[in-house]
């Protein structure tokens, strides 16, 4: 860690294995070390919909030390079994009082705590509780232990992403990182101290439709009938990740960089899909 900043890498959320794998490999890389404290976007990462133990278990061994999801993340129905003693994985904090796992969680890079909240959007998602004055509270609450607070907010609307984005901004927020719609935003600034980007993007298959195959995508809006989605095999897999400098002791961003990363693809040696 250099003197008094910490490097942060945010990755978008992770498609299917073509994004996992893609994710493993970029981690594997002498040059992803100078990172201290690596997060990512997971609801996505099990076939598509959900995150199983066995794939939790493995980012753990990738070296991500945080996970953030969204509305997918109960598609698996085995996160019920493990969400609970998951140190690393958190969920929308907006979810009603109850619900399984947690919401917000610090986190630990040597002598710096790190705050982090998973947030749901309430335009077009509307299973989820009023965020506003649920996350200001939040807010408040982990900067009282640390200057340095992260949001993952995974929402549908680009217009709510910027204006709750401010919001955060003025609450004192570190970072703000967008998820949900898979396309990478090219609006990456500093905003009164906070890293922001509207959507991080996705990781997976490039060839397919945000992820997912071409011909099911398409069948559905051809026919308005809910055809089953299935992750693309894809020849190319993307990285979409952002990298942003955090001052450890004010807690302000330093700087924000957007990551876009293109590779091949071997589907015979990382196998079926539906393997998993």
């Known amino acids: 860690m250099e003197k008094d900043i910490i490097k942060v890498i945010f990755f978008g959320d992770i498609v299917g294995k073509p994004g996992r794998f893609a994710v493993r490999d970029f981690l594997a890389l002498d040059t992803s070390k100078k990172y201290d404290f690596v997060i990512a976007n997971v609801e996505n990462a099990s ?3 959900g995150l199983t133990e066995k794939n939790y278990n493995d980012f753990k061994e990738y070296g991500i030390h945080c996970m953030t999801c969204g509305n997918h993340i109960w598609d698996k129905r085995d996160i019920y079994n493990y969400i609970d003693n998951s ?55 982990l900067k009282e232990i640390t200057p340095i607070v992260i949001v993952d907010f995974h929402a549908e609307a680009t217009a709510e992403k910027i204006c709750f984005g401010k919001y955060c901004a003025q609450l004192g927020v ?21 890293a922001y980007i509207t959507d991080a993007g996705f990781c997976g298959a490039s060839d397919g439709v945000i992820g997912m195959e071409f011909n099911s995508s398409i069948s559905r809006f051809l026919t308005s009938i809910p055809d089953r989605y299935e992750v693309a095999p894809g020849k190319t897999t993307q990285v979409n990740a952002v990298e942003v400098d955090i001052d450890i002791n004010t807690g302000k961003a330093q700087s924000i960089k957007r990551i876009f990363i293109s590779n091949d693809y071997i589907e015979e040696e990382n196998g079926s899909e539906k393997e998993d």
């Open 47 to 49: 076939h598509g919909f």
């Open 87 to 141: 140190d690393c994985l958190i969920r929308p904090i907006n979810y009603p009082k109850g619900t399984k796992g947690v919401g917000s969680r610090i986190f630990e890079v040597g002598d710096t705590k790190i705050g982090v909240i998973n947030i749901l959007g309430k335009v077009f998602i509307n299973l989820v509780d009023f965020q506003w004055e649920m996350v200001a509270n939040e807010i408040k609450k």
């Open 174 to 194: 570190s970072a703000f990182f967008g998820t949900h719609t898979h396309v990478q935003t090219a609006d990456e600034n500093i905003v009164d101290g906070m």
